[in-house]
């Protein structure tokens, strides 16, 4: 499976400023993907990163707010922007697993726990 | 929409077996997913089962399926205390993860 290096893994950020959350994964891989875990949720798709293109962004993200880039094929930033209180949650970064052994799903990076105060 | 539903927490003793219970809305889904969340870690796969099966093994791990009644349960025999965790369903009906839906999460609590 991927291995994925996220960070930072934690921090605490004060209002209106911006965080941006970085994924390293040891493999090239075509498509990342970005999720929000708030507080006592599950989580929550922000967008996909496809190198080489915009990021896809689900209904109630858009890209002001979380900048996200995709330089090459195994890195992979999303920036919270312009933060309030009501952006404390726990970011994670996603790449599809290998399908080796039959094995298929998605590896996630280890999540940044933001606090915004 | 679509949603998965959960109970939020568990308790068992260790070396009882553990039953997480998830039930989902979307008749359309193909892929149905056990991950696993550490504290302080990203969540992991346990397994999968494809919606025309009904059931999977793989070690302390059983997975059933009910697609009838959208009922998706992960059975872990002889709990452990590395147990602990929380653990999510989740579905999808596409290959490429942006119909990726999961459910709120069940805390296990694992007791000596």
């Known amino acids: 499976s991927a291995v994925i290096s996220q960070k930072p893994s934690r921090d605490i950020c004060q209002r209106g400023t911006s965080l941006t959350i970085q994924c390293q994964v040891d493999s090239q891989v075509t498509m990342m993907f970005w999720y929000r875990q708030q507080p006592g949720q599950s989580l929550t798709l922000i967008a996909t990163a496809n190198q080489g293109s915009e990021a896809t962004y689900e209904s109630g993200f858009v890209i002001d707010k979380f900048p996200i880039s995709r330089p090459n094929l195994t890195f992979s930033t999303l920036t919270v922007s312009n933060m309030s209180p009501e952006d404390s949650s726990i970011y994670l970064c996603s790449v599809e697993d290998n399908h080796a052994a039959g094995r298929y799903g998605y590896t996630f990076g280890s999540g940044t726990r933001l606090t915004v105060v | 929409g679509e949603d998965v539903e959960q109970s939020l927490f568990l308790s068992v003793r260790e070396g009882d077996s553990s039953v997480i219970n998830c039930t989902y809305t979307d008749s359309s889904s193909t892929y149905l997913y056990w991950y696993k969340q550490e504290p302080g870690a990203g969540l992991q796969l346990l397994t999968y089962i494809f919606s025309n099966m009904d059931m999977k093994q793989d070690q302390r791990l059983t997975v059933l399926l009910n697609k009838k009644d959208k009922h998706l349960s992960l059975r872990i025999a002889d709990t452990q205390t590395g147990d602990s965790a929380i653990y999510f369903c989740?579905?999808?009906?596409?290959?490429?993860?942006?119909?990726?839906?999961f459910g709120p999460g069940t805390r296990l609590s694992v007791l000596p």
């Open positions: 989740a579905e999808t009906w596409d290959n490429y993860g942006q119909n990726f839906v």
